[in-house]
């Protein structure tokens, strides 16, 4: 069995994540925040609980853009650093581009979809969700915000050797799969399609 480290995971566990949710996989869940019972507590920047070479795969999901600018990078480097040689990391984030299209067209503050903590508009996607900060939640806030070629671009600054991902402007995310090692065409479609998540449309 394979291992993934969940990172931020949240209240949700594999079986909400595609490619995890199945037998072949064993998740262990890390988060900063206690309420959500996660396995290890720490953060991005700081994962020296954790062995170097641990694991077969992350999983990191809308919370990259919760750090400054300046840590992403050091966060990006402990993910090389827990991984095997032959591991890889998924990463899922807000599309800054995207979401700044809608800015463009003065939608600041209108609904673009509704999440399971309620509607979400341009301003809680830049800054953080409103409801939930208000709710206490602070570590909801937003402190980054990325394309997809400056995503792809730090990923390949912290060492990962093959990468491949994209947008997804419907929802307004990027999404990418990046391998530590050389990966063929045929290793790609093999281990990183599966993982890719499926088209959505907005409502």
């Known amino acids: 069995m394979q291992t993934f480290l969940h990172v931020g995971c949240g209240i949700l566990n594999k079986f909400h994540l595609r490619g995890f949710n199945n037998d072949a996989w064993k998740e262990v869940r890390f988060d900063i925040d206690l309420n959500v019972h996660p396995d290890i507590v720490g953060t991005l920047t700081d994962m020296s609980m954790i062995e170097s070479g641990s694991f077969d795969a992350i999983y990191s999901a809308f919370n990259l853009d919760h750090i400054y600018p300046h840590q992403v990078p050091i966060a990006l480097s402990e993910f090389f650093r827990v991984l095997k040689d032959d591991g890889l990391v998924i990463i899922r984030c807000p599309d800054i581009q995207s979401v700044s299209e809608a800015i463009v067209q003065d939608k600041l503050l209108e609904v673009l979809y ?21 709710d206490g939640n602070e570590f909801m806030a937003k402190k980054s915000g990325f394309t997809y070629s400056t995503l792809d671009r ?31 065409e045929e290793e790609i479609e093999k281990i990183a399609i599966p993982l890719i998540p499926k088209p959505q449309r907005a409502d």
Do not use: C, H, M, Q
């Open 114 to 134: 509704e999440s399971p903590s309620g509607p979400i508009s341009p301003i809680d996607i830049i800054y953080g969700n409103r409801k939930e900060i208000v």
């Open 154 to 184: 730090l990923l390949f600054e912290a060492g990962f050797k093959t990468r491949v991902g994209g947008k997804r402007p419907e929802v307004w995310e990027l999404f990418l799969v990046a391998f530590k090692e050389e990966k063929s």
